[in-house]
């Protein structure tokens, strides 16, 4: 099992900025995607950003030039740097951790930090 801790949500008026951090603990399998989802109310869960252990990144179409995903390996730690937010960015982000092994592909969720960009 992977726990994960997130932190760093709140209220920010729009253009404003916000950092967000999900450290995992638990059995962590060395290959692995850490990232950011979000949900907005009345809408499905969207993937925001993803980075993989060997560093490799995507972003959503929305977020490309605005966020910018990054990882500390000792600290299995993955941030997201949200920059120039807008009311369209209000959600509930989810960290998410998925094993990427040959036979090991299991999933992990976070409870989700409610970020709120106000217009």
């Known amino acids: 099992q992977v726990q994960l801790v997130e932190s760093g949500g709140g209220l920010v008026q729009a253009e404003g900025s916000l950092t967000l951090s999900c450290t995992a603990s638990?059995?962590?399998?060395?290959?692995?995607?850490m990232g950011w989802y979000r949900q907005a109310p009345g809408k499905e869960r969207e993937v925001v950003a993803q980075i993989t252990s060997s560093g490799n990144t995507n972003y959503a179409d929305s977020v490309k030039g605005r966020f910018t995903i990054s990882r500390d390996k000792g600290k299995n730690t993955v941030y997201l740097q949200m920059n120039s937010l807008k009311p369209e960015d209000t959600a509930v982000y989810h960290c998410?951790?998925?094993?990427?092994?040959?036979?090991?592909?299991?999933?992990?969720w976070g409870q989700g930090t409610l970020v709120t960009v106000s217009s």
């Open positions: 998410n951790f998925k094993e990427q092994g040959v036979r090991r592909n299991l999933e992990f």
């Open positions: 638990g059995s962590i399998f060395y290959l692995n995607a």
